[in-house]
């Protein structure tokens, strides 16, 4: 484990502290008699000056942010950007798509199998766009995962129309993975739907997808009539990803443990590194040690 600080340049308050001792001598105190409080010591100034000192020094620890953190967190970490495009289009409002629950319509076991896939992702760089009518950014690339399925059961059917921009999707899901910076970036996207809505076709926005190297896999969620099979199949066949039929909540399950053993790709980053913040720790001492002398000035009046 190393020590390390968040915003270092604070230290460089550590170098008045001889002005604690050195001005105490030298400054003279200057008296305003129409202002007897300014003349009037102030309790915090009574303070001896090497408690000042130590108070001093607290508060400038605590502003440079300490941490530790375990430097191989961000030697060995492999993985891979990822953008979840998941339709919320109002097809997918439909129930019966999972045999044991079928109250549920697609969308929510979309959701729940969505999520469970996220946390097997520990190593991945993950966003997520929601698309219908239109296609928006619901979570930008970031390693906080929890956060990221938070953010995924805060979405809805309709959230974004009630049409399917499929090619829109792809072009927001790339948009999204120009913020990362790893090798092997993937986008996985879920449909049940034909293309019908939205500004960019799926054929630009594959073009794109292949000048950016990005592979997009597709998922067909329900009955192979229902949506563009043909399209599905064209878009990650060009893009270098795999195209896959989900009838069921059980089959999309086993698509998403396939997609699982996709080879990930060396990322190194400070953003990897599993810090444990420390500042509160020196603030916390500096406010004790502030309130029992202000308690212990107090009792000796």
Not at 4 to 26: D, G, K, V
Not at 41 to 66: A, G, Q
Not at 153 to 160: E, F, I, L, W
Request: aromatic share 12%.
């Amino acid at each position: 484990m190393n020590l390390a600080f968040a915003s270092p340049y604070f230290l460089i308050l550590l170098l008045l502290l001889p002005c604690f001792l050195w001005c105490r001598e030298h400054i003279e105190v200057f008296y305003f008699p129409k202002l007897n409080w300014v003349g009037k010591e102030s309790p915090f100034f009574s303070i001896d000056p090497w408690i000042k000192m130590l108070l001093y020094t607290l508060m400038v620890v605590s502003l440079s942010e300490p941490y530790i953190y375990d430097p191989s967190s961000s030697s060995h970490k492999r993985g891979r950007d990822l953008v979840l495009a998941i339709d919320a289009s109002g097809s997918m409002a439909e129930s019966g798509f999972d045999t044991k629950d079928r109250f549920k319509n697609k969308y929510e076991i979309t959701t729940k199998l969505s999520q469970e896939f996220i946390k097997h992702r520990a190593d991945d760089n993950m966003g997520l766009v929601v698309f219908g009518t239109f296609a928006y950014s619901a979570s930008p690339l970031t390693y906080d995962l929890s956060a990221l399925s938070y953010l995924l059961d805060m979405t809805t059917v309709g959230v974004a129309g009630e049409s399917t921009a499929i090619g829109d999707a792809i072009v927001q899901s790339l948009v999204t993975l120009s913020y990362g910076n790893a090798k092997n970036r993937v986008i996985i996207l879920l449909t049940d739907g034909y293309h019908n809505a939205g500004k960019t076709s799926p054929k630009d926005a594959v073009k794109m997808a292949k000048d950016e190297k990005v592979k997009i896999y597709t998922i067909g969620i329900g009955k192979k009539s229902e949506y563009d099979v043909a399209l599905l199949e064209t878009i990650a066949k060009e893009s270098g990803g795999l195209s896959y039929s989900a009838s069921s909540a059980e089959q999309l399950q086993k698509v998403y443990k396939e997609i699982e053993s996709l080879e990930p790709s060396p990322i190194r980053s400070e953003n990897f590194l599993d810090r444990y913040m420390l500042f509160y720790y020196p603030l916390g001492l500096a406010f004790v040690l502030l309130l029992f002398w202000v308690i212990w000035q107090r009792r000796s009046r």
